[in-house]
């Protein structure tokens, strides 16, 4: 969704058309069952601050570091920041609600010291092989002195869909995929609260910007299939806010995209990526179907420290 994805650039920049933003008329994480999905961000450590906001999940952890697969213009654009000199590096919380004392900038809990790693091919800015990768050490810590294991225990990584053909074979065996694929989006938006009288909390608005952000994880249903083009690995999924339903928006972006696999459990098969300008009819992400995706996300697994996973990618895809 490109108001979703520009919706990132708020920092930076007025919020222009399109993007993957905050998830809307969606139901908050409460019971945290999906604790593997996290909150991405920028860090300034001078001042403890949070911004240039994305989701992400967690796609592999070992001995010495922890990986996010998230959205390569959230990673684009946190590597310009600290090229810039206006983050230090990239922070990563999997806390349900990460408004700390009522707050949305407070980086007290997101471990930082990640380092971000773009697809370096993707069709810039949104959709296609929009994959990037933050490299954590696993020694990383948090303002108060955790690492990831220390604040969240033993975290599972998601599974990648299994093969190139997964998502393809899925939508072609079943007769009418409009109506019978359904998929989950979870993320930390962006944006404004609805006005919802007595309530305190609610989803955001699609029309917030990067700088209110709205960082509880919030899970969105009912995403039903649109369309699958595997040739430039873009899945096309249809919400209709408009009435009501569930759907992502701005700070949604590199959140994942789920299928509950009656095999398999869940699969992720999409991250967000773009979508219509008013995050209300269409989300769009690439859809893993291509043998460039696995070779960029098999790099988050190579033995070594963050170095090692920067020179995979380099040796892989560099020119």
Not at 64 to 84: M, Q, R, Y
Not at 134 to 145: C, D, R, Y
Not at 163 to 178: E, K
Not at 187 to 200: C, L, Q, R, S, V
Request: hydrophobic share 40%.
């Amino acid at each position: 969704m490109r108001t979703i994805v520009l919706g990132l650039f708020a920092v930076v920049c007025l919020v222009v058309s399109s993007g993957a933003g905050a998830i809307t008329f969606g139901e908050p994480d409460v019971n945290n069952e999906y604790p593997n999905v996290a909150s991405v961000r920028g860090i300034v450590e001078a001042q403890n601050l949070a911004r240039i906001s994305c989701s992400g999940s967690l796609v592999h952890r070992d001995a010495e570091k922890v990986v996010i697969l998230t959205a390569a213009h959230c990673t684009d654009a946190w590597a310009g920041a600290i090229a810039a000199g206006t983050i230090d590096s990239v922070g990563v919380s999997f806390d349900q609600n990460n408004q700390v004392n009522g707050t949305t900038t407070n980086a007290t809990f997101y471990v930082r010291g990640g380092v971000p790693i773009s697809f370096p091919a993707k069709d810039a800015p949104f959709e296609k092989f929009d994959y990037g990768l933050v490299v954590f050490p696993a020694s990383a810590e948090n303002a108060v002195g955790q690492t990831v294991s220390e604040r969240w225990g033993a975290l599972t990584a998601v599974q990648v869909a299994p093969t190139v053909g997964y998502l393809s074979d899925l939508i072609a065996g079943v007769s009418n995929p409009t109506q019978a694929l359904s998929f989950t989006a979870v993320g930390y938006g962006t944006g404004e609260k609805f006005p919802i009288p007595g309530e305190e909390t609610g989803p955001a608005t699609p029309s917030g910007t990067n700088n209110s952000t709205f960082l509880i994880r919030y899970v969105a249903d009912g995403l039903t299939y649109n369309a699958h083009n595997p040739s430039n690995d873009v899945l096309r999924l249809s919400m209709n806010i408009a009435k009501g339903e569930e759907g992502t928006c701005n700070g949604d972006s590199g959140g994942p995209i789920f299928y509950e696999d009656q095999s398999l459990g869940r699969v992720q098969v999409s991250l967000v990526s773009g979508g219509d300008a008013p995050c209300r009819a269409t989300n769009t992400g690439p859809g893993f179907s291509r043998h460039e995706a696995f070779a960029f996300i098999a790099c988050a697994r190579v033995e070594g420290d963050v170095s090692a996973v920067a020179s995979c990618v380099d040796d892989r895809f560099g020119s």
